[in-house]
């Protein structure tokens, strides 16, 4: 940590460098003809992702504190639930430009994968990685794409074979760097699209846990919550008609689904875990974590096991599950993870695309992934692909918001729409 002392006394009295007087501008990437701003709180948030493997966490972080303390006075740091990743509170605004040259200097430890601020886009937080996600023309080859990552010194990591030619890269240095690198690419004729790889902490899911058909008023509103008798899905009516199908299987996109649930086992079928920073649970495709039950309740009110004399109903109670992971600690996700979770189970036999998460801002490579399962799934008639609006009396969320996707909100056992305010009280989460 002594060099982080040294060159962070050299950004300090740096005469290039001035202390903001306002608020930093926000920082931004190209989404098709326009560019998304994403805020950042002053006087801000340090965000530390150290590198796997790293050993001494704490003497680390001390040392950050005590080396940036004349430039952010920082001084204390809380670990997050995503692994390895810690927020240093910061008490001094600095701009932009300092915040570039400090997290490069930070990031030349091989100790630190990241450091960056931390930045919001509605209630969503996001920290930028030091990676792109970069779409070519469909006309480019192979040496044109190595010779545009020579040109721009960045380092193939993978393609997401469902969206070719569409690559994640990596670059050295701030990955701050990565909001300039995309709009200096996009004047490139070969690419289509770049923008940077994110880390998203998403607004907080509700997992309630109603174990009783008598007590799922959504199904059958009889006032039993002191709602309007009524205001509900007239289910019963429905499974005159069908109780779903066997052949349909709806993919739930989410943090992960209990795999082993009693009343969701029958319907189970094989899963996918898009997640890199969490290990698989139990070493299964698709499953959560213990504490993870925001997609096991999804899943359960879409397909949990009827007339089996356990746990809810779901509204298709025949039909199948396929869960899908891509996130986990309500609620931690990536940009990456979410593109391989949407295109996955449109290559492996989904039907319908279930996403009930929400948040963060516009990306053309998610967009892309929700286009994917419109056109190409089910044999290419199309998967119809469902995402949360957002319940907090405000506009549409993304993904939501894209006109390949279809929002829905929820509704108060009053007949309302769900909000802060509404009559069913739960504020936590809308």
């Not at 740096?14 to 931004?28: H, I, N, R, Y």
């Not at 600690?329 to 009930?356: F, H, K, M, R």
């Amino acid at each position: 940590m002594s060099r982080f002392i040294f060159l962070c006394v050299v950004l300090l009295w740096a005469p290039s460098l001035v202390w903001a007087q306002s608020t930093t501008k926000p920082w931004s990437y190209p989404y098709g003809e326009v560019q998304v701003a994403l805020e950042q709180s002053q006087p801000g948030t340090l965000a530390i992702l150290l590198a796997e493997g790293t050993e001494e966490a704490d003497e680390i972080l001390q040392g950050i504190l005590k080396s940036t303390g004349p430039l952010i006075g920082g001084t204390s740091y809380k670990e997050q639930e995503y692994p390895r990743l810690y927020y240093v509170e910061t008490s001094r605004r600095i701009d932009s430009a300092t915040w570039m040259k400090l997290t490069e200097v930070l990031t030349q430890s091989p100790d630190i994968t990241l450091a960056a601020p931390l930045l919001q886009f509605d209630r969503a937080e996001m920290v930028i990685r030091p990676e792109l996600i970069l779409t070519f023309d469909g006309a480019v080859d192979e040496d044109d794409i190595k010779a545009l990552l020579k040109e721009f010194d960045l380092q193939r990591i993978r393609s997401f074979s469902a969206l070719d030619p569409t690559y994640l890269v990596s670059f050295s240095g701030s990955p701050l760097k990565g909001f300039e690198l995309s709009r200096e690419l996009l004047l490139k004729d070969e690419i289509e699209a770049a923008e940077p790889n994110f880390i998203h902490d998403l607004p907080e899911m509700a997992a309630p846990n109603d174990p009783l058909y008598s007590s799922q008023w959504d199904m059958n509103n009889t006032g039993q919550t002191g709602g309007t008798p009524g205001a509900d899905m007239h289910m019963e009516a429905a499974w005159d008609i069908s109780t779903g199908s066997s052949d349909i299987i709806v993919a739930i996109i989410d943090e992960g689904v209990d795999v082993d649930h009693p009343d969701l086992i029958a319907n189970m079928v094989a899963g996918f875990d898009a997640v890199t920073a969490d290990p698989t649970p139990g070493g299964v495709p698709g499953n959560a974590n213990s504490g993870d039950g925001h997609g096991t309740c999804c899943a359960g009110i879409v397909a949990a096991s009827g007339n089996n004399g356990i746990g809810v109903t779901g509204v298709t109670w025949n039909s199948k599950i396929m869960p899908i992971r891509i996130g986990f600690g309500n609620y931690w996700t990536q940009t990456d993870w979410i593109i391989d979770g949407l295109t996955w189970p449109v290559d492996n036999g989904a039907d319908v695309l279930s996403n009930s998460w929400g948040g963060g801002s516009a990306s053309t490579a998610i967009q892309n992934a929700v286009s994917y399962g419109t056109t190409v799934g089910r044999g290419g008639l199309g998967c119809p692909n469902f995402f949360a609006s957002g319940n907090d009396n405000g506009g549409v969320s993304y993904p939501a918001a894209y006109p390949e996707a279809i929002a829905v909100g929820a509704s108060s056992p009053c007949d309302e729409r769900k909000s802060p305010s509404s009559c069913d009280g739960e504020t936590w989460w809308g």
